[in-house]
């Protein structure tokens, strides 16, 4: 009877040794996925930025997961036709439109690193290291904000996993209960990202009064609107808890004035939160700081490490300037883990995150910066915010196009629009130039809709783009423009 079951393990062993491989089966595998990313690396400046194919899997059913599995040269070949080439090449500088996420090669380094080392970073006990590394990076980041003393924070997978973690952080400092939500108000502001409005709803404040801030001529929160409704509420036995204010806002790239929001907060105690994942981290650039004052006191903020510092997809960080009010909010304990509960000078992310199964993603952050340094990260960031005043400068050249918030940072929104026409005559050419835009793909821009206008928008923010893929946006508004006024 033994002897059947050790030969029964012994068969399952031999299978699945087939999952580590041989020195010369890692070396075949690497060696052609390196070469992949790197031909893909090597072609990029030639590639569309848009590939519109959604209805058209390109065969990518016909290979469900089978006993055997494939061939490694086939399964590089179906990744390379039916996921990268279409759609939306978010690694390209010619992505042009939505906040895009870098991808820098030494980032990709980082992750093969902590994919084959598959360390541990959700607690200190398990992986010290990997939970020194991510302070490191979460102090960098709070430092370059301007926060000091008892701050903490968590590098999450994103900004909307920061923004909830935040916003739940606010809702336990305030002790804010269920039986309080008759009463208790919301400011925002109808450009902060779509995220904030689910991160308000899955820590259950939905219920709670929201106030709609208006936006003044520059498309920014109007504080003065603000301040007097916070006194309005008050003296209507209201209870102003929290207000979202944005360091870089995704439709128009403005920033709004932190440091007025931030006096009214601290003049009626509610909790201060700043959405920066598109524009915090702008404030490494010294000359760009005064643009966020008041940033430092907030008592949360997220930046988007896969944003400006144009790092892979899944990279946020939640920053919250007293490290108790995560504690109170994500600190937990479990007698399964009674071993780990040693260490008190470096804080867990487990501790101040709901995630304790984690990847280790501060090591594609940390592993480029150290090889690296900060200044090129600077120069790119600089590099973004030059190009768009140089876009700004030659938009203002072509005939009727008109600049419709005067850019900040590396986002605006601008339109064609001829006076001789009506509202929405020019509503529909804009329209059909980001439709013709999108269905050539050179570059890909997006629109937008302010004050029930159709609008274009740029955002200049992936670290491939340059002075080339700049004026291959602009020849291609031009271009498309000449098309559709004669065929108007």
């Not at 439709?251 to 201060?272: Q, Y």
């Amino acid at each position: 009877m033994q002897s059947e079951l050790l030969k029964k393990i012994k068969e399952a062993e031999i299978e699945s040794l087939k999952l580590e491989g041989t020195p010369e089966s890692r070396a075949n595998i690497q060696g052609k996925v390196q070469e992949y990313g790197e031909n893909f690396i090597q072609e990029m400046k030639e590639r569309d930025g848009f590939r519109m194919t959604h209805d058209d899997d390109a065969g990518f059913y016909n290979y469900p997961i089978t006993e055997k599995g494939y061939p490694l040269d086939e399964v590089i070949d179906v990744f390379d036709r039916t996921v990268e080439q279409p759609g939306l090449n978010a690694a390209s500088g010619r992505h042009l439109a939505y906040v895009p996420g870098g991808g820098i090669p030494t980032a990709a380094a980082g992750d093969y690193l902590a994919a084959i080392t598959n360390k541990y970073a959700g607690v200190f006990f398990a992986g010290p290291g990997a939970v020194r590394m991510e302070n490191q990076m979460i102090r960098f980041c709070a430092e370059a904000i301007g926060y000091t003393g008892n701050f903490g924070g968590n590098l999450s997978s994103g900004g909307s996993v920061a923004n909830l973690i935040s916003i739940t952080a606010g809702r336990d400092a305030h002790d804010i209960k269920g039986a309080d939500f008759h009463k208790t108000v919301i400011y925002g502001s109808k450009h902060m990202h779509h995220c904030l409005d689910k991160s308000i709803r899955i820590t259950g404040l939905k219920e709670c009064i929201y106030r709609s801030i208006d936006l003044d001529d520059e498309f920014k929160f109007d504080a003065v609107q603000f301040k007097n409704q916070v006194e309005s509420d008050i003296a209507a036995g209201l209870r102003p808890f929290l207000v979202i204010g944005s360091a870089g806002t995704t439709n128009c790239g403005v920033v709004d004035p932190l440091d007025a929001i931030a006096d009214v907060c601290e003049e009626h105690n509610l909790w201060f939160h700043v959405d920066g994942a598109y524009g915090g981290l702008f404030c490494l650039l010294e000359e760009e700081k005064i643009r966020f004052k008041g940033i430092e006191r907030a008592d949360s903020v997220v930046v988007d490490p896969h944003k400006t510092l144009f790092l892979p997809y899944g990279l946020g960080i939640a920053l919250v300037k007293n490290v108790d009010h995560l504690l109170k909010s994500q600190f937990y304990e479990a007698d399964y883990m009674q071993d780990t509960f040693e260490n008190k000078d470096e804080i867990s992310p487990a501790e101040v995150s709901p995630e304790l199964t984690k990847h280790f993603r501060a090591l594609r952050m940390w592993l480029p910066l150290q090889i690296h340094g900060l200044s090129p990260f600077k120069a790119a960031l600089r590099e973004k915010i030059l190009l768009t005043k140089y876009y700004a400068e030659k938009l203002r050249e072509i005939p009727n196009m008109r600049i419709i918030n005067e850019p900040e940072l590396s986002i605006f929104a601008y339109r064609f629009e001829d006076n001789s026409l009506s509202e929405d005559e020019n509503n529909r050419i804009n329209k059909t130039l980001i439709e013709e835009i999108h269905r050539d793909g050179k570059v890909f821009l997006s629109s937008t809709t302010l004050d029930g206008q159709i609008c274009l928008r740029i955002a200049i923010v992936s670290f491939r783009s340059h002075l080339f893929e700049i004026d291959l946006a602009l020849t291609e508004i031009k271009s498309k423009l000449e098309l559709i006024k004669a065929a108007h």
